[in-house]
T-cell receptor, first 113, second 119 residues
Framework: QQPVQSPQAVILREGEDAVINCSSS?????VHWYRQKHGEAPVFLMI?????EQKGHEKISASFNEKKQQSSLYLTASQLSYSGTYFC??????????????FGAGTQVVVTP | DTAVSQTPKYLVTQMGNDKSIKCEQN?????MYWYKQDSKKFLKIMFS???????INETVPNRFSPKSPDKAHLNLHINSLELGDSAVYFC??????????????????FGEGSRLTVL
């Protein structure tokens, strides 16, 4: 079951903030965030685990509401380098889902000068 | 040194042909994955191997056959290629060994992708 991301796309001016949301219809073990630039491989940003543990880059912030099965990624004081497609990946808390990291359709972020 | 490397980077072929994509990781990770990214950018998991053992096999046609000769390598062979197989295929690896009660708690390292075009 793939997560649902919103918005599909966002255009920002440098310095502005944005929030990308990710939701699942099932209870989650973890939420992962990756950024992919055009023609490149997805690059890790952050993991948020059930129980509150987070691992990731210091400049990135995100939240995970386990009860609502939702996560949000916060782009604060955006820089040109933040442009790319952001994917959330979710691992469902179910016996047959261990290791199955399913990604959403992505949110395209364009930061302009 | 590239952590996760895939070959070839580009592959153009005719319908009905058979092709392979190779992946190697030098990170010492135990788990490797194949993901397919279609034209709509969805990243869909296809297979996962942990220490040469198949642990995830999503609903993928039988024409797709992964093989892991050792834990550093994961290859993908596709028989009788169809137009719908056109996509970018990403290999990834992680340190985790997902299983009962244990999920993916670490970073996935992706290769640069192999763009397959079926004509």
């Amino acid at each position: 079951q793939q997560p649902v991301q919103s918005p599909q796309a966002v255009i920002l001016r440098e310095g502005e903030d944005a929030v990308i949301n990710c939701s699942s219809s099932k209870a989650l073990y973890s939420v992962h965030w990756y950024r992919q630039k055009h023609g490149e491989a997805p690059v890790f940003l952050m993991i948020l685990l059930k129980g509150g543990e987070q691992k990731g880059h210091e400049k990135i912030s995100a939240s995970f509401n386990e009860k609502k099965q939702q996560s949000s990624l916060y782009l604060t004081a955006s820089q040109l380098s933040y442009s790319g497609t952001y994917f959330c990946g979710t691992e469902v808390l179910a016996q047959d889902s261990w290791g199955k990291l399913q990604f959403g359709a992505g949110t395209q972020v364009v930061v302009t000068p | 040194d590239t952590a996760v490397s895939q070959t070839p980077k580009y592959l153009v072929t005719q319908m009905g042909n058979d092709k392979s994509i190779k992946c190697e990781q030098n990170l010492g990770h135990d788990t490797m994955y194949w993901y397919k990214q279609d034209s709509k950018k969805f990243l869909k998991i296809m297979f996962s191997y942990n220490n040469k053992e198949l642990i995830i096999n999503e609903t993928v046609p039988n024409r797709f056959s992964p093989k892991s000769p050792d834990k550093a390598h994961l290859n993908l062979h596709i028989n009788s290629l169809e137009l719908g197989d056109s996509a970018v295929y990403f290999c990834a690896s992680s340190q985790d060994s997902p299983g009962q009660g244990a999920g993916v708690t670490g970073e996935l390292f992706f290769g640069e992708g192999s763009r397959l075009t079926v004509l």
